[in-house]
């Protein structure tokens, strides 16, 4: 069974930038698309980006594209979440996973971002 564990999330003035990493761990993952999600308080869980396996094809929602970069390390069984010039309905908890949502959540990681 995959776990996902999230982490790189913090407390970060507006126009600062974070770098979240996901890792996964008992099955490689380097077969699946991957993508961020994110859930703000009193919302649904939305993606944020995502990657192809072979990183080829990189994904974004639009209220993030030209401010965040998806990668992966397939080696080491991660996904990376770059994200610059950070505004406050950025803030959440992120998580990742496959495309379909296939892998058990993991705690996810919380993004803060003060005005």
């Known amino acids: 069974q995959v776990q996902l564990v999230e982490s790189g999330g913090g407390l970060v003035q507006a126009g600062g930038s974070l770098r979240l990493s996901c890792a996964a761990s008992?099955?490689?993952?380097?077969?699946?698309?991957m993508y961020w999600f994110r859930e703000a308080p009193g919302k649904e869980r939305a993606f944020v980006a995502g990657?192809?396996?072979?990183?080829?094809?990189?994904y974004y929602a639009d209220s993030v594209k030209g401010r965040f970069t998806i990668s992966r390390d397939n080696a080491k069984n991660t996904v990376y979440l770059q994200m610059n010039s950070l505004q406050p309905e950025d803030a959440g908890v992120y998580y990742c996973?496959?495309?379909?949502?296939?892998?058990?959540w993991g705690q996810g990681t919380q993004v803060t971002v003060s005005s």
């Open positions: 990657i192809t396996w072979s990183t080829s094809g990189t």
């Open positions: 996973n496959t495309d379909r949502q296939e892998f058990t």
């Open positions: 008992g099955r490689t993952f380097s077969t699946y698309t």
